[in-house]
């Protein structure tokens, strides 16, 4: 008798281990205890998917491959490839390529140097080429727009100018290249690691309501980083490709060179509102914005006249802007002496002496120490001077109304009156409006301008940006008659149709000391404005395609029928194949004497192909033909029966004939049996639809996706 209390197995209560925890250590076991479950339910789910793999997802993979292996098959065959759905493939891809890549090669080689130029033969001219506001989009340019379209619409711009730059640098070779401001949309708006981006009190409401409802948005998520990959997306498009245009410059050239520190009122701001912090980076990731350079024996001098235009603001005498304006008026005071020097030094390469100012070595007390003649680059009058040319991205005033010539794209010049043969003046719809608004002025102040020709002298050309679209006048007395040429911009999203760069060549032959030599040229610069292809023209001749290209193929589709042609559209994958699941043929003799069935095999000798038509061959026979075809004329010799169609060879196991299970019928709760419609047959009006509508369809979809594909990666690779 087992004790009180006990669990029946003759353990008394008191034997029984009684729990025992030690509760310093509980925590550890308790995280233990969590790890060993996560452990377990990780090794259950890759046991489980372990499992699957081996097991039916092998299946399922395998059948996948062969599927796709068996459609790839009845794809690759000489006569679907060379199909008239393929060939209008083939056509689209020459068209694409046209007009995504080798148009702008034909366009910018047709821009040639030797197209145009007209120097003395022997001459080496120096040549530069001037590029307008690429203002790469940015959240800024369509802020409305939807995702995807306004990552395309970037993407599709930077493509553009790319290509433009690319052949520009592989097929004309640029000693020097020259940015006109405006590199970015929204440079002014993306906020610098440190420095204050709010609008000041005295402009809060200038905004454009449609800005102001983004502006938190942009300063909450595009700041400094932001910026830099703005500045890294530039470098992609246009410093990347600089060596495509060649290491070495031309003959008799210095160097070659790349300068876009102009700066534009989308990278800065505009007069009052110009951002200090957005200049100061400017500057640091550009370099100086105003600056001298000697190149092709001419001074180029580069103005900063979206702060300049501070010193004429409005609102001068009630806010200081002397931070804004402050730089530029320096730099203009001392300008026509770094002009000098700069010269100087050049003329100092050229005639092969040092081109940096030596020093005496001696030691002198510097309250004795004589400093009226130290060593200079500066030779005040006797010092070369070489035709100036003054860079700025706003360009000069002139009076409204002032016609740009027969080259501005968006409006013509006026056809003058019966007998006149100079140009309308006043021609409003063909100048440069006189105008401003938030952040920009399309013109400088009469002040700033004349100021501008003044303080540098010896202009004798200027160039410009702004405006988007090509416009060359010749400035009044007081700006010294000063020709300026506003340049296209190069991108095809500023409103332009045609977009364009401006080409400069560039002769001044010099003595030893700088001064030209006799018999020169009265002018020493030739221009030329190249046009980029038009892509509202190459988008209408895809879209012009594409209407034929559909036309064709619904043509062809109701020829289909008509004409007995080759469907497109393959007919379902067969079933009939070695690794079928279910049966393809039964037995229909009957057994030995136990009435057991036998299984019957196909044999090599053909009597089921040549005793037992097909589907297809019995459905062109008639009945009584088929039966006087396949009935025997005997008992069979082995069992002394009757039967359908025995196989005469010895050597064949097999007992009788089988019966093709077919899938050409189907079974209606209604009607029974019913025969299905073959894929040949023409029989059927709604057939012959289904066929078209099939064949509309299929030839399509593949037109549109392998096109699509194509012009994807042709947008991908840039």
């Known amino acids: 008798m087992a004790p009180p209390y006990s669990n029946g197995y003759g353990y008394s209560s008191s034997a029984l281990p009684t729990p025992s925890y030690d509760y310093s250590h509980r925590s550890n076991g308790d995280f233990q205890s969590i790890c060993d479950d996560i452990f377990s339910s990780a090794k259950s789910m890759l046991d489980r998917v372990s499992g699957y793999a081996s097991g039916r997802g092998r299946h399922t993979v395998w059948s996948l491959a062969m599927k796709v292996v068996r459609q790839l098959r009845r794809n690759m065959t000489r006569r679907r490839l060379l199909s008239f759905p393929h060939l209008l493939v083939a056509l689209w891809v020459l068209v694409m390529l046209w007009g995504e890549r080798w148009v702008f090669a034909s366009r910018v080689r047709s821009c040639d140097w030797d197209h145009w130029e007209d120097w003395p033969a022997g001459a080496t001219p120096h040549r530069l080429i001037f590029v307008a506001d690429p203002q790469i989009i940015d959240p800024k340019s369509y802020p409305g727009r939807p995702w995807p379209l306004n990552p395309l619409t970037v993407q599709i711009t930077d493509n553009y100018m790319r290509r433009s730059y690319t052949q ?33 009190e005295w402009a809060k409401g200038n905004r454009p309501a449609d800005e102001a409802k983004y502006l938190d948005e942009w300063h909450r998520k595009y700041g400094e980083d932001f910026w830099l990959q703005e500045y890294a997306r530039f470098g992609n498009i246009f410093y990347d490709s600089w060596n495509l245009g060649g290491v070495f410059p031309g003959p008799g050239q210095r160097g070659r060179k790349l300068i876009s520190s102009l700066p534009g009122n989308h990278d800065l701001g505009f007069g009052a509102e110009v951002k200090i912090p957005a200049r100061h980076r400017f500057n640091a990731y550009f370099g100086e914005t105003n600056r001298v350079d000697v190149i092709g024996n001419h001074t180029f001098v580069s103005v900063d006249t979206v702060s300049l235009s501070a010193d004429t603001s409005s609102i001068r ?28 030094k050049e003329v ?13 070595h001696k030691v002198e007390d510097l309250d004795s120490a004589d400093y009226s003649n130290l060593p200079t680059m500066d030779l005040k009058d006797s010092a070369p001077d070489f035709p100036t040319i003054l860079l700025t991205h706003v360009p000069l005033y002139r009076d409204p109304g002032t016609p740009c010539g027969p080259l501005r794209e968006h409006w013509p010049p006026a056809k003058p009156p019966k007998g006149q043969t100079t140009p309308v003046v006043p021609d409003h719809q063909n100048a440069i409006s006189v105008s401003h608004g938030y952040q920009y002025q399309n013109v400088l102040s009469p002040e700033d301008s004349v100021k501008l020709i003044k303080s540098i002298g010896n202009v004798v050309h200027a160039f410009s940006g702004d405006d988007h679209d090509y416009c060359e006048v010749v400035h009044t007395a007081d700006q010294e008659s000063v020709r300026e040429i506003t340049v296209k911009s190069i991108s095809m999203a500023m409103g332009v149709p045609t977009p364009g760069f401006q080409m400069v060549s560039l002769y001044n032959p010099i003595d030893e000391l700088g001064r030209p030599l006799p018999g020169a040229l009265p002018t020493t610069l030739q221009t030329h404005l190249c046009l980029l292809p038009q892509q509202l023209s190459t988008f209408m001749t895809y879209a012009v395609l594409g209407v034929l290209t559909l036309l064709l193929l619904v043509a062809r589709a109701f020829l289909v029928p008509v004409l007995n042609l080759q469907p497109f559209a393959l007919d379902p994958a067969p079933y009939a194949t070695s690794s079928a699941v279910l ?11 136990d009435g057991a069935t036998r299984d019957l095999k196909p044999t090599s000798s053909g009597t089921s192909s040549s005793k037992f038509p097909s589907a297809r061959m019995s459905s062109a026979r008639t009945r009584g033909q088929s039966l006087s075809q396949q009935r025997a004329t005997s008992p069979n010799p082995k069992t002394g029966k009757w039967g359908w169609g025995q196989n005469n060879n ?33 029989g059927s009006r709604g057939f012959t639809l289904g066929l078209v509508g099939r064949e509309i369809w299929t030839t399509a979809w593949r037109v549109a996706w392998m096109v699509l594909g194509f012009f994807g990666w042709l947008t991908y690779k840039g």
């Open 583 to 593: 049966p393809v043929f039964k037995a229909k003799a009957e057994g030995g004497d």
């Open 650 to 682: 010895n050597n064949s196991k097999a007992g009788g004939p089988r019966i093709e299970i077919r899938r050409d019928g189907y079974y209606d709760n209604r009607d029974g049996w019913r025969p299905a419609l073959s894929s040949r047959g023409r």
């Open 168 to 200: 520009l640098q592989k097929q004309l070779h640029p000693d020097t290249v020259f940015f006109l401001g405006d590199l970015f949309d929204g440079g002014r708006e993306w906020k610098t690691a440190y420095g204050n981006f709010d609008d000041p």
């Open 317 to 344: 005498d009630r806010v200081d802007l002397e931070p804004v304006y402050g730089p530029v008026q320096q730099f203009l005071k001392g300008v026509k002496a770094t002009k000098r020097r700069a010269t100087e």
């Open 348 to 360: 100092r390469f050229w005639r092969g002496a040092v081109d940096d100012l030596a020093f005496d």
